[in-house]
């Protein structure tokens, strides 16, 4: 591809105010910031919570600094009549709002969708909740564990180890990203809508919807059951740690075949296609484990590469961040506060023509208080 000059992010000269906190939302604002947007975020006193989220080096969260670098720090009461009459001011000007309060907060506050569009006509109002302004669960508090639990999600997945009698303990945050990345893409079409005819929005992202778009087949098995299990991806052990292979095409299958010595396998009515591999798929599993378990995992996920089939090792976070193609392919930027340089997930998305990229700065509180205000 030849060289292309960069020009600003496709978002460059867009104002958000970003009044999410936690995960569900920030996520959002730094996907719009890294998209070129100016994304303002209004803290309270003392701080967004997750200023204080572990990792801390050095007095600053690294944990915050991935969800919120690029944004622009204000503090502002918000139950102050003097707090809410600035945001007002500052929404004149602004052509986002995104929030992730419990439903009817911002209205109580006075900074619903109704009431900022009597400042700004046009106004794209992204409000992200656990179930939505309405129904019974409306005013139910929800983090991501929650909605993992409570949408069926936890239960159909650990399920599938079959080896549990209680779900596990876990540390996942999907509904949260899911929700971020569904509200940053909601954001988008709806300025792209009201550059061809003027008109503003009020979106709405749940958790709970969005969680379930993880759940494409328990929803559909939950209504239609089939007596063929489901097919479910397991790790086989090898000498000295644990492999992933997923041989789904019959061309992937042929070439596990050859890659482990199991040219029988390709007469075997049990595997040798799609449709019949599926349900015996863990009997296949255990006889390829007859294999792995005699060869180290780099070893193991050498020699099924190369001859075809995906497979991979089982490796941690700390030695995927430090991959060498990963770090190539510009995955990880690097960041540096008053703790030291540190890396942070690039954004997903890469653009020919348009710088998109983390900024790698992250506002201490209240830092842009004077130039947001500056005139107004």
Same mark, same amino acid.
């Given at each position: +591809?030849?060289?292309?000059?960069?020009?600003?992010? @496709?978002?460059?000269?867009?104002?958000?105010?970003?009044?999410?906190?936690?995960?569900?939302?920030?996520?959002?604002?730094?996907?719009?910031?890294?998209?070129?947007?100016?994304?303002?975020? *209004?803290?309270?006193?003392?701080?967004?919570?997750?200023?204080?989220?572990?990792?801390?080096?050095?007095?600053?969260?690294?944990?915050?600094?991935?969800?919120? %670098?690029?944004?622009?720090?204000?503090?502002?009461?918000?139950?102050?009549?003097?707090?809410?009459?600035?945001?007002?001011?500052?929404?004149?000007?602004?052509?986002?709002?995104?929030?992730?309060?419990?439903?009817?907060?911002?209205?109580?506050?006075?900074?619903?969708?109704?009431?900022? %569009?009597?400042?700004?006509?046009?106004?794209?109002?992204?409000?992200?909740?656990?179930?939505? @302004?309405? #129904?019974?669960?409306?005013?139910?508090?929800?983090?991501?564990? *929650?909605?993992?639990?409570?949408?069926?999600?936890?239960?159909?997945?650990?399920?599938?180890?079959?080896?549990?009698?209680?779900?596990?303990?876990?540390?996942?945050?999907?509904?949260?990203? !899911?929700?971020?990345?569904?509200?940053?893409?909601?954001?988008?079409?709806?300025?792209?809508?009201?550059?061809?005819?003027?008109?503003?929005?009020?979106?709405?992202?749940?958790?709970?919807?969005?969680?379930?778009?993880?759940?494409?087949?328990?929803?559909?098995?939950?209504?239609?059951?089939?007596?063929?299990?489901?097919?479910?991806?397991?790790?086989?052990?090898?000498?000295?740690?644990?492999?992933?292979?997923?041989?789904?095409?019959?061309?992937?299958?042929?070439?596990?075949?050859?890659?482990?010595?199991?040219?029988?396998?390709?007469?075997?009515?049990?595997?040798?296609?799609?449709?019949?591999?599926?349900?015996?798929?863990?009997? +296949?599993?255990?006889?390829?484990?007859?294999?792995?378990?005699?060869?180290?995992?780099?070893?193991?996920?050498?020699?099924?590469?190369?001859?075809?089939?995906?497979?991979?090792?089982?490796?941690?976070?700390?030695?995927?961040?430090?991959?060498?193609?990963?770090?190539?392919?510009?995955?990880?930027?690097? +960041?540096?506060?008053?703790?030291?340089?540190?890396? *942070?997930?690039?954004?997903? +998305?890469?653009?020919?023509?348009?710088?998109?990229?983390?900024?790698?700065?992250?506002?201490? !509180?209240?830092?842009?208080?004077?130039?947001?205000?500056? #005139?107004?």
């Amino acid at each position: +591809m030849p060289d292309i000059a960069k020009t600003p992010g @496709p978002l460059d000269g867009i104002r958000v105010l970003d009044f999410s906190m936690f995960l569900a939302g920030p996520y959002a604002g730094r996907l719009l910031a890294d998209h070129g947007a100016e994304v303002i975020k *209004i803290e309270p006193d003392g701080g967004e919570t997750m200023r204080g989220g572990h990792p801390i080096v050095a007095g600053r969260s690294r944990y915050f600094a991935q969800l919120n %670098c690029g944004k622009k720090s204000i503090v502002l009461d918000l139950k102050s009549e003097e707090g809410k009459a600035a945001a007002r001011r500052l929404v004149a000007t602004s052509d986002v709002v995104l929030e992730n309060f419990r439903p009817g907060v911002m209205d109580r506050l006075g900074l619903g969708y109704v009431a900022l %569009c009597e400042i700004r006509p046009d106004l794209v109002y992204c409000a992200i909740s656990g179930y939505g @302004p309405t #129904g019974p669960n409306a005013g139910r508090p929800a983090f991501a564990p *929650i909605v993992h639990a409570h949408s069926g999600h936890d239960l159909a997945v650990f399920d599938y180890a079959k080896v549990l009698d209680r779900p596990p303990r876990n540390r996942g945050t999907a509904a949260d990203i !899911l929700a971020s990345t569904h509200a940053f893409g909601a954001i988008a079409a709806a300025l792209f809508r009201r550059e061809r005819t003027g008109a503003g929005e009020r979106i709405d992202v749940t958790l709970m919807t969005s969680i379930h778009n993880l759940l494409f087949y328990e929803i559909q098995a939950a209504q239609a059951k089939q007596d063929i299990p489901p097919l479910v991806y397991a790790p086989v052990r090898a000498a000295d740690g644990f492999l992933m292979v997923t041989p789904i095409s019959d061309a992937n299958f042929r070439a596990l075949a050859r890659a482990v010595g199991r040219d029988d396998w390709l007469a075997d009515e049990r595997f040798n296609t799609v449709s019949r591999r599926w349900p015996h798929w863990d009997a +296949m599993l255990a006889e390829l484990e007859t294999w792995t378990v005699l060869h180290s995992a780099e070893e193991g996920e050498r020699i099924i590469l190369a001859a075809g089939c995906p497979c991979t090792r089982y490796r941690t976070v700390e030695a995927a961040i430090h991959d060498p193609d990963l770090l190539a392919q510009g995955g990880v930027v690097e +960041m540096e506060d008053a703790g030291g340089r540190y890396l *942070i997930a690039n954004s997903p +998305m890469r653009y020919a023509s348009a710088t998109v990229a983390p900024r790698r700065w992250v506002a201490e !509180l209240g830092a842009h208080q004077d130039e947001v205000f500056r #005139g107004r």
